[in-house]
């Protein structure tokens, strides 16, 4: 444990040796998917620190990340336009449901790298 604060507990991930998602693992269709979480947090987590890299050859595309069943165009946690050809790193504090899933969308783009790992995880 990193962290114990209102009752919430963080702890970072064991392993950090290998991105937990990778390009192939996303469609990218700019539609809304579920992406499991399950195999990498225990149940009862409350909260995920994502962190992630992109990189696309194409300017002005998007992708985000919001909370299960949040589809909203204000209910979005995260939400990024990487240049063509630059790019772009995240950190996001990601709020997850009790089935370990989180949803995701990605312009339908070429994406040069999509990386994706679970940092560290909250419950409580």
Same mark, same amino acid.
């Given at each position: 444990?990193?962290?114990?604060?209102?009752?919430?507990?963080?702890?970072?991930?064991?392993?950090?040796?290998? !991105?937990?998602?990778?390009? #192939?693992?996303?469609?990218? /269709? !700019?539609? !809304?998917?579920?992406?499991?979480?399950?195999?990498?947090?225990?149940?009862?987590?409350?909260?995920?620190?994502?962190?992630?890299?992109?990189?696309? /050859?194409?300017?002005?595309? #998007?992708?985000?990340?919001?909370?299960?069943?949040?589809?909203? #165009? !204000?209910?979005?946690?995260?939400?990024? #336009?990487?240049?063509?050809?630059?790019?772009?790193?995240?950190?996001?504090?990601?709020?997850?449901?009790?089935?370990?899933?989180?949803?995701?969308?990605?312009?339908?783009?070429?994406?040069?790298?999509?990386?994706?790992?679970?940092?560290?995880?909250?419950?409580?």
């Amino acid at each position: 444990m990193l962290i114990k604060s209102q009752g919430m507990q963080m702890f970072a991930k064991p392993d950090q040796q290998s !991105y937990d998602f990778e390009l #192939e693992d996303f469609t990218r /269709d !700019y539609q !809304y998917h579920d992406l499991d979480l399950s195999g990498i947090i225990p149940a009862g987590t409350k909260a995920v620190l994502l962190w992630g890299a992109f990189k696309s /050859d194409t300017a002005d595309c #998007e992708g985000s990340f919001a909370q299960s069943g949040h589809t909203g #165009e !204000y209910l979005k946690s995260l939400r990024f #336009e990487p240049v063509a050809n630059i790019g772009c790193n995240i950190d996001c504090l990601m709020p997850v449901n009790t089935d370990r899933k989180i949803r995701y969308r990605f312009s339908n783009v070429n994406y040069l790298y999509i990386n994706l790992s679970i940092v560290a995880y909250f419950t409580g």
